[in-house]
């Protein structure tokens, strides 16, 4: 059974969404268009004190957006009556094969919380299971990042709802934060879709120069962070390693 899929975009995007359309209908899929928010100025949620100390600049106008609109969408998922749906940015190229992957996933759903069906980054990871369409689950030891496509159930989309009800992070990064929501993030080999190159619409990211305390901090933050991030990492090479001696003792 395929799930729910809403694509994220904005309203005046007439050339992304009469692209995604068309992938759309070529694959007589249903979905449904999450208008994207667009911010001015800084929203109530965004802590601003933590994110200068943590980064030494702010969030740009459309990392903003972007972090709004995903969280729309989970919260979408928790007001409809659907077990989890399928989240695509306007700029996803669907393969051939995406339904079939989509399939896959919804029949073994109980195995996991988040699936990217896309990443930026090649990442090392243990194989969880052999799908029926030909793919693989993956666990990720360091998370790859993007935010073009994933699934998501209702668990995780609570959780995170929860977790970044204050803004500090890109949303991608406070997904990757898994040693903050301990939620199954997970991928999918190879993957179903990938990423159109449109301009991006997420806008100027020049960073300012920064001064010595704010590097500083900002450095003392990354320290902070690495070391969890690469404890996580450890944790998941031991687990695998002693299921991999367990299945060679039996």
């Not at 450095?219 to 944790?235: A, H, S």
Request: hydrophobic share 35%; glycine share 6%; proline share 4%.
């Amino acid at each position: 059974m395929a799930p729910l899929i809403l694509c994220i975009s904005m309203p005046e995007q007439t050339e992304r969404r009469a692209y995604m359309a068309a992938q759309f209908a070529k694959l007589g899929l249903e979905y449904r268009f999450l208008d994207a928010v667009r911010v001015e100025g800084l929203p109530d949620c965004y802590d601003r004190r933590k994110r200068l100390r943590y980064y030494g600049f702010d969030l740009i106008g459309g990392e903003i957006g972007a972090y709004i609109s995903h969280r729309k969408a989970w919260q979408e998922l928790l007001d409809s009556d659907e077990p989890c749906i399928c989240v695509l940015e306007d700029d996803a190229a669907l393969h051939d094969d995406f339904m079939d992957g989509m399939e896959a996933l919804c029949d073994c759903a109980e195995d996991w919380d988040f699936v990217r069906i896309f990443s930026v980054f090649e990442r090392e990871g243990a194989v969880l299971k052999n799908l029926s369409s030909g793919h693989k689950l993956l666990d990720f030891f360091d998370q790859p990042r993007s935010m073009v496509g994933y699934l998501i159930n209702r668990t995780a989309a609570a959780k995170l709802l929860e977790c970044t009800a204050t803004m500090i992070h890109p949303i991608d990064d406070a997904i990757d934060r898994e040693w903050e929501h301990g939620l199954r993030l997970y991928g999918i080999r190879p993957y179903i879709v990938s990423e159109h190159q449109f301009p991006s619409s997420i806008g100027d990211r020049t960073r300012p120069k920064l001064t010595r305390a704010r590097k500083i901090s900002r450095e003392l933050y990354r320290i902070g962070t690495n070391l969890k991030k690469n404890l996580e990492i450890l944790k998941k090479r031991w687990r695998y390693r002693e299921h991999q001696k367990d299945r060679g003792n039996m």
